[in-house]
């Protein structure tokens, strides 16, 4: 119930940024794979969904509910619906872009988000620092590009999706398995917990430090 409710909302939140005037044409934006219920299909049909990442690009604009970027020959806005989170970004700031598609010819617009860029040296993944339990017996989680990490800050959001995504292309999640946990435990000690039976909220997202992370536990049942 707490999906589909957010989701009415966020839709209509985001249709309303999409249409708005930022010097580009009016986009119609896709619906597809959005969350319509909280069942197994549904959290299956949008932990499916393809995602793209752009990184090292512009901010060239700064709405209530989204940040504009240019890239390549195309405007791109990524939708967010966290106001608190947004006011760390201004014109110019270099970021990195995460999110679902909705386009049209003259405009990309994203349900995303977005971080400041910051690329480490060397390119890691997040099956280092995670403890994978399946009805209680451990799982080993091997490298995978989907969980590949570049830059040094890293969404909530992000890290949620890819962790999902890859739990459900490699260890059936929403078919075989359709509740748990997904836990980020902090070197401070701060502790980041994810209910697997249902979507992350747009008010929990957040971003982190990689290298502060001192572990990520998962359970699924």
Partial sequence: MK???WFLLTTLAFLIAVMGSIGIAEVEAKTTGLITEN????LKEHYAQKFEV???KEVTGVGENYIDAKVDTYNVRTVLYNTDYLKQFKNKDKVNIWGTLYENQQSKVYRGTVVKYDPISKVTNLSYRMNLFVNGHQTKVNPDSLLEVKNKQ???KETDFRIRKYLLEKEHLY???DSGELIIEMKNGTRH????GDILSDSQEKTFDFD???HI???MK
């Fill in 3 to 5: 999906a589909k409710l």
């Fill in 39 to 42: 069942s197994n299909d549904s």
């Fill in 54 to 56: 752009y990184t090292n």
């Fill in 154 to 156: 890293i969404s909530l």
């Fill in 175 to 177: 078919s075989n398995y």
């Fill in 193 to 196: 917990k994810i209910d697997l």
């Fill in 212 to 214: 502060n992370i001192s």
């Fill in 217 to 219: 536990d998962i359970y």
